[in-house]
């Protein structure tokens, strides 16, 4: 699939869990989708949970543009009104902190002005981020606007970590795609990609003898070779009777074509040794 859907059954309340863009795909929904998920959530009474932290990473905005589901449920208007909603925002995930800081916000929409006061108590009951994640979320909802000092630096930056991101993302897909039984959708978004494997038979009854997964026995060999991590597809719900992987395309620029080499190699005495 194109995004993470789950279900959370909290005393008999119902919440969605929706990530957009996507982890582990790398991929941005879609606006009628969304608009579908906004009216079933909105007509069955389900508080929908919007995380929404790689909406900063969009690589093909003409061909996948970013939405939020704010956006989307302001826009239908009255039909959606029952609609309870909570969206997710944060400086860890986007070109901002690159998973290095820690800062966010969540806002809520349509609950119930005495839960929300619950959530602030509980909130303030933990300790507060730390100095640099707040000026950073700061930052982040007011950046350098045309005329300020620092504003041709700050877009200069940001393009240049995007754009780099983007040829990242295009580099490691490629490189997936050329590889024995490997399929791998673009990734137009957040910072994975989530190749789709084939796993030889003889991998599969190894798997079996070892009690795990076959996908994170290719993940653990990998490791074991190569040293490069990545987190296998059985960790995120993956279709039945389908195997994948999740990587970043997060490592330098001048390192990735030694990365996706690395990877080659061992997919290649990997899958002779089990065929």
């Known amino acids: 699939g194109d995004f993470f859907f789950s279900f959370y059954s909290v005393a008999l309340n119902l919440f969605a869990a929706v990530i957009n863009p996507g982890n582990p795909t790398g991929q941005c929904l879609q606006r009628p989708i969304m608009e579908e998920i906004v009216e079933f959530c909105a ?9 929404e932290v790689y909406q900063e990473n969009i690589y093909h905005p003409d061909k996948a543009p970013f939405h939020s ?14 609609l309870q909603l909570v969206s997710l925002h944060s400086v860890s995930k986007g070109f901002i902190g690159e998973c290095g800081k820690r800062g966010g916000y969540g806002e809520v929409i349509g609950v119930d002005h005495g839960v929300v006061q619950e959530l602030y108590k509980l909130a303030s009951l933990s300790l507060c981020s730390n100095a640099s994640g707040q000026v950073m979320t700061g930052l982040m909802t007011n950046p350098p606007k045309p005329g300020d000092e620092s504003y041709e630096l700050y877009v200069e930056e940001r393009d ?10 295009t580099l490691v897909v490629d490189a997936l795609n050329k590889l024995q039984g ?10 994975y990609a989530f ?21 994170m026995l290719y993940c653990m060999d990998l490791l074991t070779e190569t040293g490069i991590v990545v987190v296998p597809g059985s960790g995120f719900l ?13 490592p330098p620029e001048d390192e990735m074509e030694d990365f996706t080499d690395r990877i080659a190699r061992f997919h290649e005495k990997w899958m002779a040794k089990y065929t």
């Open 43 to 51: 007509k069955n009474k389900i508080v929908l949970f919007a995380d």
């Open 69 to 82: 589901f704010r956006k989307v449920y302001k826009e239908l208007g009255s039909s959606v009104s029952d």
């Open 160 to 169: 240049g970590i995007l754009s780099s991101l983007k040829r990242r993302a």
């Open 182 to 191: 490997v399929s791998c959708q673009p990734a137009s978004s957040s910072m």
């Open 195 to 215: 190749p789709q494997i084939t796993v030889p038979a003889k991998a599969v009854a190894e798997a079996e003898k070892a009690k795990m997964a076959p996908d």
């Open 238 to 250: 993956q279709k039945e009777g389908t195997f994948h992987f999740r990587t970043t395309f997060l």
